[in-house]
């Protein structure tokens, strides 16, 4: 599944930030990565997986965070809003309805 930029457009932190979730994706072919920039301080990602059914969020937390950890570390404080979820838990989740119907920024 080809990560998506759910809204907006890339720019090059948002194409930095893919480089380091293909490598996730290519570990985790079924998880869906949708990510997109919020305002020019903030890129909200989030990672649907089956795998992360049953995890606790810090272990799903630690797991995506070694592949972030290749990013500067300007690239990585850009991702304000990391979601985590397994599908069971995308129709339930308040993070996930903020990533789905966003509250405008004030920027």
Same mark, same amino acid.
């Given at each position: 599944?080809? *990560?998506?930029?759910?809204?907006?457009?890339?720019?090059?932190? #948002? /194409? $930095?930030?893919?480089?380091?979730? &293909?490598?996730?994706? !290519?570990?985790?072919?079924?998880?869906?990565?949708?990510?997109?920039?919020?305002?020019?301080?903030?890129?909200?990602?989030? *990672?649907?997986?089956?795998?992360?059914?049953?995890?606790?969020? #810090? /272990? $799903?937390?630690?797991?995506?965070? &070694?592949?972030?950890? !290749?990013?500067?570390?300007?690239?990585?404080?850009?991702?304000?809003?990391?979601?985590?979820?397994?599908?069971?838990?995308?129709?339930?989740?308040?993070?996930?309805?903020?990533?789905?119907?966003?509250?405008?920024?004030?920027?």
């Amino acid at each position: 599944m080809p *990560i998506n930029i759910a809204r907006g457009h890339s720019d090059e932190g #948002i /194409d $930095r930030i893919i480089g380091a979730l &293909r490598i996730y994706e !290519a570990d985790h072919p079924g998880a869906r990565i949708d990510l997109y920039r919020h305002d020019p301080a903030s890129v909200r990602v989030r *990672i649907i997986n089956p795998e992360f059914a049953g995890r606790s969020k #810090i /272990d $799903r937390s630690h797991e995506v965070g &070694r592949y972030l950890d !290749a990013l500067s570390a300007d690239d990585e404080a850009d991702i304000s809003t990391l979601i985590l979820l397994a599908p069971e838990e995308a129709g339930t989740s308040l993070a996930n309805i903020e990533f789905e119907d966003p509250v405008p920024s004030i920027l």
